[in-house]
């Protein structure tokens, strides 16, 4: 690389024109947390998502990037640059560091804004002045603000880089630095902060950075100021806005739009769309030199894509975008700003770059995201081997991950903008719940037991349902591996006819294992299923009912948050005065195993158990012969949803537990 020069309005490199086109990307190094203008809960994104944003510019016809925000030198929060506004956070310049490095790689060049004068999560020009005594508003006045702030700025630039071991001022990926973002600053702070930077860092660039306000014809004349520009939003994004811009500049200095609503493609009203402002900006070109649409977020860690905080800022703006496929909406804008992309560069528009695969991370099915996909395809096959075929198209990142089918492996391909379709990624196979293993037993003579020994091996629930009488003692449970059980809700009808459900995740099992209900003339009966599938916190809720009389009660209704469910439901009925009766289950549950009521011995009960595919509300009845007293449970368990699948290579997804 060789650093970009200004010769009069045009940019140069290596003594030709630069021609470029830019895209913003406002949070590469540092994210918003509890909200856009609060410093609560920023975090630092992954190495991931720089990657995934700064490839998806490239191929969205970007050679620069205007890294305005979470780039820049920070204050006021522990993950910021300066978090006192004095001594520098060397945690969060290896974020930046990275930034810069990956884009270098990539052959990109990048603007870095210097101070915002808006209070988003990076700080602000009013946090600067109130952290050095300042009122807040006068941060390009007070001079007990501004030495403070200038020493900061020479501390940043004069930072080195981790990766390149370049002083931020040496490195030529960065071609120039915003003094502010859409500062109203009065001509005396733009000289003397353009001729300070300029002094630390003569080969780089400066911009004057009063974009939403007036071309300053003092920057115009300022010999250390190399670019001027506007942000196009509204009133402003019109042919008449340009060639105003470029009559004000008349040839000075380098003119570029830094940021524009990309949402106005789908502008009414009489207002000019977003093709017509191309087609102004490229008519204006070399007076207008380039642009760059606000703003782009990228995937997420897991699955889908980050918000773009411009999207909630309540301005009625909605000009911030999230990941190239996440609205189906703003396609249309984004392939207009990438064909507009290359035109700025004088360069036919190429065809779109094959994406890398999608990286599955399971659940429903989720998968991370790949930079510039348009959308992705889903296949399945029913073995590991081979064998797939396309199962669903046009998935997009805003979509709720996907619900499909259980016992099936599945993979997924990222689509271009040409339709050309990556490579697939590795499969998972969407596992759901099978019973292990399941046993009954109940109460001799009224008093506690334990179940004969099971082989429980390969399971990861155990779900408990027992009946008994509550009257005089409260049953408790036991089994032989001396696991951990959870008790959900007691429920007791008329005459102390009680039943409860216990589960235990992650047990302890194997073979020769036992269960044990605990109580001293309980008159008892226990149903014990043992289930692998299960999530690593498997439980989600809980609901049931109690009937003094009647031949029917249905548990409650139930609605599992996932596909490929678990619902466990148990009865326990008196039959004091009609023994013998048996217990069934609507809904297509499955009794594991049931025990009929013995006078003096035993209450009778049941358990029964669904897998459910498609998530739905479920309120089961259970029925019996004659008229009595019954109480019932029933529970909803989630499943692990996708497993990791070695692949050819013998190499390990990375992949996760449903969300």
């Not at 790689?105 to 990048?110: A, N, V």
């Not at 102004?280 to 980050?306: C, F, K």
């Not at 909406?329 to 999608?358: E, F, Q, T």
């Amino acid at each position: 690389m060789a650093f970009i020069t200004r010769d009069t309005n045009r940019l140069k490199l290596s003594g030709v024109d630069w021609r470029c086109a830019g895209w913003g990307l406002p949070r590469l190094a540092l994210d918003w947390g509890t909200a856009w203008n609060s410093t609560t809960g920023v975090f630092y994104p992954s190495q991931f998502y720089v990657d995934d944003c700064l490839q998806t510019a490239v191929e969205l016809g970007a050679n620069w990037v205007r890294l305005h925000g979470s780039c820049s030198p920070t204050m006021g929060s522990a993950l910021t640059v300066f978090p006192d506004g004095i001594n520098l956070n060397t945690t969060a310049t290896d974020k930046i560091d990275y930034v810069i490095y990956k884009a270098s790689l990539l052959g990109l060049r990048l603007q870095i804004t210097l101070v915002d004068v808006y209070t988003f999560f990076w700080g602000g020009t009013a946090l600067w002045s109130t952290t050095f005594g300042g009122s807040g508003s006068d941060f390009f006045t007070n001079s007990s603000v501004i030495d403070p702030f200038k020493t900061a700025v020479s501390a940043f630039l004069n930072h080195t880089n981790i990766y390149n071991g370049l002083k931020y001022l040496q490195d030529e990926t960065i071609f120039s630095w915003c003094l502010t973002n859409e500062g109203n600053a009065p001509d005396s702070w733009i000289t003397n902060l353009a001729a300070y930077v300029k002094g630390i860092a003569p080969n780089q660039l400066v911009q004057d950075g009063r974009d939403l306000f007036s071309i300053s014809a003092s920057s115009l004349a300022n010999a250390n100021v190399d670019i001027v520009g506007n942000h196009g939003y509204d009133a402003k994004m019109t042919d008449t806005q340009v060639n105003a811009d470029i009559a004000t500049v008349a040839g000075a200095k380098v003119l570029i739009y830094g940021e524009y609503d990309l949402n106005r493609v789908r502008a009414a009203g009489g207002e000019d769309t977003l093709v017509d402002f191309y087609a102004a900006v490229e008519a204006g070109w070399p007076s207008i030199w380039s642009d760059a649409p606000w703003a782009l977020a990228g995937h997420g860690d897991t699955y889908g894509a980050e918000t773009n905080y411009d999207d909630y800022s309540g301005s009625g703006n909605d000009d911030g975008f999230d990941s190239l496929a996440f609205y189906a909406d703003k396609r249309d804008a984004l392939i207009a700003a990438r064909n507009h992309n290359y035109a700025m560069r004088g360069i036919s528009v190429p065809a779109a770059a094959v994406c890398s695969p999608p990286a599955n991370l399971g659940g429903r099915l989720y998968w991370r995201g790949s930079a510039a996909a348009d959308t992705y395809t889903i296949e399945q096959s029913s073995t590991a081997s081979g064998g797939y075929a396309s199962h669903t198209t046009g998935q997009r990142d805003s979509d709720t991950p996907v619900a499909l089918p259980a016992n099936k492996y599945y993979r997924v391909r990222a689509v271009n903008l040409d339709g050309v379709s990556s490579s697939p990624s590795q499969s998972v196979f969407l596992e759901s719940f099978a019973l292990v293993a399941h046993t009954v037993a109940a109460s001799a003579a009224g008093n506690g037991f334990t179940t004969s020994a099971i082989d429980t091996s390969g399971a990861d629930l155990i779900v408990l349902s027992i009946g008994y009488y509550n009257g005089i003692n409260t049953a408790t449970v036991s089994d032989s591996k001396s696991n951990t059980w959870t008790a959900l809700t007691q429920r007791v009808a008329t005459n102390n006819c009680a039943h409860r459900l216990f589960y235990c995740a992650s047990p302890t099992v194997g073979t020769g294992h036992t269960f044990t209900l605990t109580g001293n003339s309980t008159f008892g009966a226990m149903q014990v299923q043992a289930f692998s599938g299960a999530a690593a916190s498997p439980y989600v809720s809980e609901n049931g009912a109690t009937a003094g009389s009647g031949t029917s009660l249905q548990t409650g209704s139930l609605t599992p948050a996932e596909n490929n469910a678990l619902l466990v439901s148990g009865a326990c009925i008196r039959e004091a005065a009609n023994p013998g009766d048996t217990l069934s289950i609507n809904s297509s549950f499955s009794i594991s195993d049931s025990q009929i009521g013995v006078a003096s011995q035993n209450l009778g009960s049941a358990m029964a158990y669904k897998i459910q595919e498609a998530r739905g509300a479920e309120n089961p009845t259970w029925s019996w012969q004659n008229t009595d007293q019954v109480a019932t449970g029933i529970a909803v368990f989630n499943s692990i949803g996708a497993v990791a699948v070695v692949s050819a290579n013998g190499q390990l997804g990375f992949f996760g537990v449903g969300a």
